[in-house]
């Protein structure tokens, strides 16, 4: 395949026609039809953050660029409470089956840094392009089998997953050709490891089990119920061998999914238990074609941008649906500076909060993809993801929306059996520079100024709906 504007075009009219037509804000599929990360209270979570960090995938060292300042200054500007950590197994097993724990140690150092602010870290073992021996990043050489292929650079970095070497190297990976070792195996039993590490670190929420999954020369339903499920199950199976308790998140295949088109990813089923005892999460990637083709979020390319998200929604609720499982979207993202940029990324976390869905914006990275330039001073971008948002949910959430023009966080909630604690949400000063007056069921519990929380209890009624506007 050459993945040609035309190629991505099709692709793209493939993923509008699957729409079966938009889901609703308030439809089945929003908070109250899908399960929920809680915290230890029983309390919903709405996790939201950022990726950090892209650089760790050419950084020898496997680690973010960040220091803890730049933790620091995240909280304070975002009031973020998730980050998606990028980890590398050429760092966590430099040799087979050799581990450096020293690289986890520096890995702990940073997830301690969050833990210390209250954010939760997902560990993502992130691959691009399988690893730098095939010109992309996460494998070690040794787990790179690409059997003396090429892979020729290109001006599009996504066109080397479809160079000879890359196959070669994914297909010897998943299976579908005989490697010198069974390096699924390895990779099952380095998660074992890391989650071994991780397993009573109380900031470590889960893990992301692969990045972007891509099948080399098996694609779409065969890969993603064939191999990618065989290796979810080993990888699931490795982990609760030793942590009990984490959350496993999923990938769809990307190169499709990304785009709003279906994925086959089957049940995967957690050893941990059935139903509420299952702690499985699906973490898609969002990226709408027409954005990459288009350059921007206006005019056609807006148009088609929408029926893409209206796709993807569709498609990542069927899903998880399936899956029985809550969703996170690991990866939402752009260059700002095209036009409309901000507009979308309003629009996507509007989304996600009609799907109940936590985010990670791609990337914390300084640059304009970032909420900082490359001298930390904020971007555009940044006042659009510093937006009010529930925290924790004590509760069955019903819905929660943020109406910037009329200035109003709204929260509704069923109280349920065996949560404890308040409802909390977060208030930035740039819109509640004084904290929030609510109205509606339910009272204002302490203002927390520190970290612009804002605690409402449930009352002892039915559903709990409140409005939240500046206080004057
Ligand atoms: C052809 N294939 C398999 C393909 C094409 C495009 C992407 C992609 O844009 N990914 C979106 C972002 N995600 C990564 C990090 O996970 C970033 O580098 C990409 O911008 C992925 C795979």
Known sequence: IRWTAAGAALAV?????????????????????????????????????????????????????????????ESDALGSDFVRFLIQWRNVEPKPGQYDDGYLAQVAERVRWYGARGYRVMLDLHQDVYGPKVKGNGAPEWATENEGLPVAEQGQWELKYIEPGTVRAFDNFWGTRTASRDLRAHYAAAWAHVAARFADDPAVLGYDLMNEPFGGSVQGPAFEAGPLAALYRQAIAAVREVDHDSWIFVEPEAVSTNWGLPS?????????????DARIAYAPHLYPLPMDLGGGYTGDAEKWVDRT??????????????????????????????????????????????MGAGTAYWSNDPGSWAPWDQNLKPTALLPVLDRPEPRAIAGDPVAYAWDEPSRTLSVSWRPAEGVRGDTEVYLPARFYPRGGVVAGDGSAGAWDANSRTLHLTSGSGGTVSVRITPRA
């Open 13 to 73: 009219a493939a993923a509008l026609l699957v729409v079966v037509g938009p889901a609703e804000a308030g439809s089945a599929h929003t908070a109250t039809g899908h399960r929920w990360i809680t915290d230890d209270q029983g309390r919903a979570l709405v996790l939201t953050g950022l990726n950090t960090a892209s650089s760790a995938k050419s950084r020898p060292d496997g680690l973010p660029w960040i220091k803890e300042a730049d933790v620091q200054r």
């Open 309 to 354: 998200l209206t796709s993807w929604r569709e498609q990542a609720e069927k899903t998880a649906e399936r899956l029985g499982a809550p969703v996170l979207i690991g990866e939402y993202g752009l260059d700002t500076t095209l036009p409309g940029a901000l507009r979308y990324v309003a629009k996507v976390r509007a989304m996600a909060d009609g």
């Open 264 to 276: 086959a990813l089957p049940y995967l089923k957690d050893p941990r238990g059935d139903g509420q």
